[in-house]
């Protein structure tokens, strides 16, 4: 371990000498957790963090100037829409996706270094439950997606398939996520497949370029954002476990989307079949305003620009065809080749810049109060997981259904949007319309009979409460030998042992 003198002689140079003005105070055990904490610091990347960060705040914010000649729409070629292509190319995507994963080419990587802070609750956001009937959490739901995939590939080529799952966490969530994992007995899938790593921490930053104390003992340290991830990836040799396994493809999404497909064939094939080494997801956005990055262009590059960055001139700029010029809004749901990420680890991964995140951060005061904030306070420098798609050398992007595919679980239920009850009834109606167009009709607890094609409101629960388990239908496919026909009493849930009971009552 490094000695006091080291560590003291390193926060001079870095201008951070504040970082020990408790150390007096100090008992043996919270000074070597400090000189812990600090001595992997390194003077000059700690100098300047700090005063990347209090320069990048001090900037005007804003619409970026002269950005609007410099941006462009995705180009036609490189967009594919599952909304409006023909069904053919929609089997043709997803049945190379299945060959894919039937080759064990294919894993899902979960960006799930947050906590559900702004939920309300201190544990990492996948072990949140949204009030589903069945109880399951975020977590759960994308265990079983896995295994519903595995299997279908695994039928319909007559083999045994895995789809690893890498879990990139945070000092904040390796810990719980790890151990409740353990505890539900990795919702059936093999350990072996689940790889937990962990992305760097970087410390929060005061308004005017210094490292935030928020103990006496210990710094105030944040992830470095979804970006982090590509450090990450080469700190813990995520790639080279990849490629002992045959990892050619890597679906990376973010824990909170309750609707994500995970390594979705569809999307899988759709990038193999354009020869893609980067892609991502995108959904129409619903007005020009909403506060979504856009997918598009900037002099010829494809990049994610944030809401904030573009005036609103531009974001209200139509097509011929009437519809938002920058209208692919972005979804963090994305492909990668392995020889992608592997060019990015080495060669573009310092190139990447990082972004500003004001936040309100605990500190305790020249006294040694701990302070916790009423407005924000400090800077986070975060990296995001898409600035890599500048270098991508083949790009492509899949526009889906909103109402299919996404719905993020952001904020507690006192806000308006993004929220558990907004999230929970997303899923709702969509297990709802599959089991309607399987032929099912719905009671409600009074007895009523719901509508057969009911028109579901997008606020408010809908007219009748079902619930598929992922184990049963992946996206849909598989229940009219169980449903057709039949009259089902809301709420309903249909697990495995349900379905299993149904389809033996039909045959």
């Known amino acids: 371990m490094a ?21 007096d105070e100090l008992g043996p055990g919270p000074r070597a957790a400090l000189l812990a904490e600090l001595a992997p610091l390194d003077p000059d990347v700690l100098r300047e963090h ?10 005007t914010p804003g619409p970026t100037p002269g950005l609007a000649e410099r941006l462009r729409p995705l180009s036609p070629e490189s967009v594919g829409r599952a909304s409006r292509g023909d069904a053919e190319t929609w089997r043709r995507w997803e049945e190379e996706g299945f060959r894919q994963i039937a080759l064990n080419k294919v894993a899902a990587l979960l960006l799930a270094g947050g906590q559900g802070t702004r939920l309300g609750v201190t544990y990492p956001k996948g072990m949140y439950q949204v009030g589903l009937p069945s109880g399951k959490t975020l977590y759960q739901l994308q265990a079983e997606r896995i295994r519903r995939v595995e299997q279908l590939a695994g039928e319909l080529h007559g083999t045994r398939c895995t789809v690893p799952w890498y879990i990139m ?31 760097r921490m970087l410390p929060a930053v005061t308004f005017d370029g210094k490292a935030i104390l928020e103990r006496k003992d210990k710094v105030a340290m944040a992830p470095d954002g979804n970006g982090g991830l590509y450090r990450a990836l080469a700190d813990h040799r995520v790639l080279e476990d990849m490629e002992r396994r045959g990892v050619e493809y890597v679906h990376v999404y973010c824990v909170d989307n309750i609707l994500v497909r995970l390594a979705d064939p569809v999307f899988v094939g759709f990038c ?33 620009v944030e809401y904030s960055e573009i005036s609103p001139e531009t974001a209200r700029l139509r097509g ?51 302070v916790k904030p009423l407005k924000p306070n400090g800077i986070k420098m975060e990296k995001f997981v898409f600035d890599v798609f500048q270098f991508a050398k083949n790009f ?60 579901l409101p997008q606020d408010g629960d809908p007219p009748a409460i079902c619930e598929i388990s992922p184990l049963v239908s992946y996206s849909g496919e598989g229940l009219e030998a169980c449903l057709r026909g039949r009259e089902l009493w809301s709420p309903f849930i249909l697990d495995e042992d349900q379905a299993r009971v149904l389809r033996s009552q039909e045959a």
């Open 3 to 23: 000695s006091e003198v080291d560590v003291r002689a390193g926060l001079q140079r870095a201008g951070q000498s504040h970082l020990l003005r408790f150390w």
């Open 50 to 59: 700090c005063a990347l960060a209090a320069e990048a705040y001090a900037r």
């Open 169 to 199: 966490t945070s000092e904040f969530t390796l810990g719980p996520t790890a151990e409740f994992f353990r505890e539900h007995d990795f919702f059936h899938l093999d350990p072996a497949s689940v790889v937990f790593f962990e992305q």
């Open 272 to 304: 193999v079949l354009r020869g893609a080494d980067c892609g991502a997801k995108v959904v129409e956005k619903a007005y020009p305003e909403e506060p979504v990055g856009v997918v598009c262009q900037v002099d010829g590059v494809p990049q994610v």
């Open 320 to 370: 011929a065809d009437g519809s938002l010029l920058y209208n692919a809004g972005n979804i963090c749901n994305h492909f990668f080749t392995r020889g992608f990420l592997q060019r990015v680890t080495r060669e573009f991964e310092p190139l990447l810049k990082p972004h500003v995140a004001v936040k309100k951060v605990p500190y305790v005061d020249e006294e040694g109060n701990l």
């Open 396 to 455: 492509v992007a899949l526009e889906v259904s909103r109402e299919e595919e996404f719905s993020p679980l952001k904020n507690a239920d006192s806000a308006a949007r993004d929220n558990p009850s907004s999230a929970r009834r997303a899923l709702l109606r969509r297990h709802l319309q599959w089991a309607l167009q399987a032929g099912a009709r719905f009671r409600d607890a009074r007895g009523a009979g719901a509508p057969e094609q009911p028109r």
